[in-house]
């Protein structure tokens, strides 16, 4: 990833084309539901598409190995790929302001309930509104977002409220992450601080990578930290908005927890490289308010080329006190439903929930509650492939669904929708395929280079066993070679030893008298 190199242009403008498709939750029965004669039936309607555009801009390299940016997105509209215009497209939506402030009046107390209906019923707010695609998405006026913007404008800083803007409205974010020589120091400082006095140099030498690294996570509350996983965000490692506290704060050690830490999560552009199957990755983007846990399914190839499929886990949009990765989520001790994540603290404490399309792996109940839901694997899972060897993403489908919580039994006019979770959108952000160049990258990574290797080394071994020969015949070929005899008295023939070992003289005898051996004795100058 250092400055000029190949992979760090392709992080700074990832050639890849993402899109996002959208699907909106049409309400069917107006009339009837809020009669109280039908439950809620919905119809799906999508998608429409939009590309997204990434850039990492104003990358810094810090001196202690991490590496600082910006990212910024952009979203263009796709129309050959949507079902129709969402500006003409009209649709019939819940009223997100009124339910959302009404409910979120109900969860202070029941005074408070009641002086914010008596508040909202003179401004005369539909709870049912026929708006276009567009506006559900990128905002309407809305009288409650208008007055709410002038009375407090440091919380509320828009006068339009949409639900892809509040989702992408990601603001001007720093965020900082771990490259490998980052890595490589915490990890020594951690071997210094966390590993018992009493172990040896020559253990921990001896110990396997995979099983030392499981030895250091194993002795901390904190995410073990790899190549390229976060390592601030905005200046913190964790999530005000779900507890997180400084570290020199009294408290820290108790509210500080693997739920709200976002040190050893990714931002989803780049991973570490030598994936294992027995990998866990948390993968955090703003629009969802937390980090959400993918992990190996199966094995599998794409274009030819080996790849892993990794899926979000079962818990990922649980809540449980009993559980330090999702227990922060659960707020004065109340937890929402298996399979809805909170989305209040960053929805200005509008009740907005995230979870699965049609509330796919989450409470049964959810779905049956509204009619024109059907949970479905294959268009409502959560999938990312990834090259093993490299850690890039070759394929992903990343799907969430944005519900509204509602408790409204304090006022009659919207007594149909209370204690229900009322599905808006879901979202589908896929990478469908490789750009032409990476995808010829890869193929010569992992399809021709390791023939070209093969037959490499085959050459090298083929050219050095045909030195090995050539040199052995011109040994046995050669005129001195074949005419050679051993003759011992030749090896002593300029000796200036005058005695002749008893052995060595039987082995002369063999030889026979024929020539006379000169024996010169040894002249020692007499300095004297």
């Known amino acids: ?56 801009r104003n990358s810094t390299f810090n001196q202690n190995g991490t590496l600082s940016f910006v990212p910024v997105r952009r979203q263009v509209f796709v129309p050959e790929r949507s079902v129709g215009d969402p500006k003409q497209d009209r649709i019939m939506i819940p009223n997100i302001a009124l339910l959302g402030v009404s409910s979120a009046a109900y969860r202070m107390s029941t005074f408070a309930a009641f002086a914010v209906a008596a508040a909202l019923k003179p401004l005369g707010m539909s709870p049912i509104l026929n708006i276009t695609t567009h506006d559900l998405l990128w905002g309407y006026d809305d009288p409650l977002v208008r007055i709410a913007s002038t009375l407090l404008p440091d919380i509320i800083h828009f006068q339009k409220l949409g639900v892809l803007d509040r989702m992408f ?93 976002l040190q050893g999560s990714y931002d989803g552009s780049v ?26 399914e199966r094995e599998g190839e794409v274009d030819g080329i080996k790849a892993y499929w990794f899926s979000i886990k079962e818990n990922a949009f649980e809540s449980s006190m009993d559980d330090p990765y999702t227990s922060c989520y659960c707020k004065n001790n109340r937890c929402l439903p298996k399979g809805l994540g909170d989305l209040s603290p960053c929805w200005y404490n509008i009740p907005v929930a995230v979870s699965l399309p049609h509330f796919y792996k989450g409470d049964p109940s959810l779905s049956q509650a509204i009619d024109g839901l059907s949970p479905n694997k294959e268009k409502h899972d959560a999938v990312i492939i990834m090259q093993p060897q490299l850690g890039i993403p070759m394929k992903a489908n990343i799907r969430v669904q944005i519900s509204l919580l509602t408790n409204v039994s304090f006022n009659s006019e919207l007594r149909p929708f209370h204690n229900t979770v009322i599905p808006l959108i879901w979202a589908e952000m896929s990478l469908e395929k490789l750009t032409p160049e990476l995808i010829l990258l890869l193929n010569l990574l992992f399809g021709i280079a390791p023939y070209l290797q093969t037959g490499f080394v085959c050459v090298l071994a083929l050219l050095g ?62 300095v004297a």
């Open 169 to 261: 409205d990601d603001g001007f974010d720093t965020v900082t992450i771990n490259l490998p020589q980052s890595v490589h120091n915490q990890r020594h400082d951690a071997e210094i601080d966390i590993l018992p006095e009493d172990i040896s140099d020559d253990l921990i030498v001896g110990l396997e990578e995979e099983y030392y690294h499981d030895l250091i996570s194993r002795s901390t509350t904190e995410e073990l930290i790899r190549d390229y996983s976060i390592d601030v965000w905005n200046g913190s490692p964790g999530l005000a908005h779900w507890g997180y506290v400084a570290k020199d704060h009294w408290d820290a050690n108790r509210r500080n927890t693997p739920c709200n830490t």
């Open 1 to 56: 990833m250092y400055e000029g190199s190949y992979l760090n242009r392709l992080w700074k403008k990832p050639p890849l084309e993402v899109f996002i498709s959208i699907y909106v939750f049409n309400v069917t029965n107006p009339v009837a539901f809020m009669r109280g004669e039908e439950r809620l039936r919905v119809q799906e309607i999508g998608p429409y598409v939009y590309q997204e555009f990434l850039e990492h």
């Open 271 to 296: 991973f570490p490289r030598n994936i294992s199957k027995t990998e866990v990755f948390k993968v955090y983007r703003k629009a969802f308010c937390r980090t959400l846990p993918i992990a190996f």
């Open 465 to 526: 066993a045909s030195l090995i020969a050539t040199a052995a015949l011109v040994l046995l070929c050669s005129s001195d070679a074949t005419t050679f005899e051993y003759d011992p008295r030749k090896s002593i023939r300029y000796s200036t030893v005058n005695i002749i070992p008893y052995p060595l003289r039987k082995e002369l005898d063999k030889y026979g008298e024929t020539e006379v051996i000169r024996r010169e004795p040894l002249l020692i100058e007499n």
